[in-house]
């Protein structure tokens, strides 16, 4: 079973640019998380997919932030202006449908690494 | 809102000895408890998990965890680690109310000396 994708692996942008992110998530799983890992921190949930729906983006900086899942399947998450604090590590997570023996079990893709010069 | 926390930022071993990472989590319901490891160089996997019944799981490599509702904690064991444990190891809450939402600790990056 092929795992979680994400690209670009790496991605250095000055302050004030924008920069998208893209994840393919494994086939049939359901939900579809973003992360955002700073150094020396524990993963912080950005947003949340249900299929094509949102069930959580209370921790999104919407006013530069912006995520979407068409289809109930790839997505992409965008910072425009992106600011020197959100250098991190962003992570795509997912997992299998509710109601699955390991339906809360989370598998993770390799990562992106943004640097905001 | 629930949160986590580890309590050891940097633990340092040599091999052979015993391992217990501290993990305590604050949330009153029903919660879903994880321990996930970062090896270096690659992603985030599932270490164990507790869902529910028996509060004392096994996971791969030999870990396992104890659930004590009552102290509200999830300690990671190992009784003899390896050089191959060195990693980082975040413990995990998921809220079922929630909409399943997740909280992860800062992690405890684990050194062990050969």
């Known amino acids: 079973e092929a795992g979680v994708a994400q690209s670009p692996r790496y991605k250095i942008i000055e302050k004030r640019q924008s920069v998208a992110f893209w994840c393919n998530p494994i086939?049939?799983?359901?939900?579809l998380y973003w992360y955002q890992q700073i150094l020396g921190q524990g993963p912080k949930l950005l947003i949340q997919f249900q299929n094509n729906g949102v069930v959580d983006d209370s921790q999104l900086p919407k006013d530069r932030f912006s995520a979407e899942r068409l289809k109930g399947v790839d997505s992409t998450l965008k910072i425009q202006p992106a600011k020197l604090e959100d250098s991190a590590v962003y992570l795509c997570?997912?997992?299998?449908?509710?109601?699955?023996?390991?339906?809360?079990?989370?598998?993770f893709g390799p990562g992106t690494r943004l640097t905001v010069t | 809102a629930q949160s986590v926390s580890q309590h050891n930022h940097h633990v340092i071993l040599s091999e052979a000895a015993s391992l217990e990472l501290g993990c305590n989590y604050s949330y009153g319901g029903t919660v879903n408890l994880f321990w996930y490891v970062q090896y270096p160089g690659q992603h985030l996997q599932l270490l164990l998990k507790y869902f529910s019944g028996d509060p004392l799981v096994k996971g791969i490599k030999g870990f396992e965890a104890e659930f004590i509702k009552s102290k509200f904690s999830f300690n990671l064991r190992k009784p003899s680690v390896q050089w191959s444990d060195t990693a980082e190891y975040f413990c995990a809450v998921t809220v079922h109310t929630n909409a399943g939402k997740s909280t992860f600790g800062d992690g405890t990056t684990l050194t062990v000396k050969p």
């Open positions: 086939s049939g799983h359901a939900t």
């Open positions: 997570a997912s997992s299998p449908p509710r109601g699955s023996p390991s339906s809360y079990e989370q598998y």
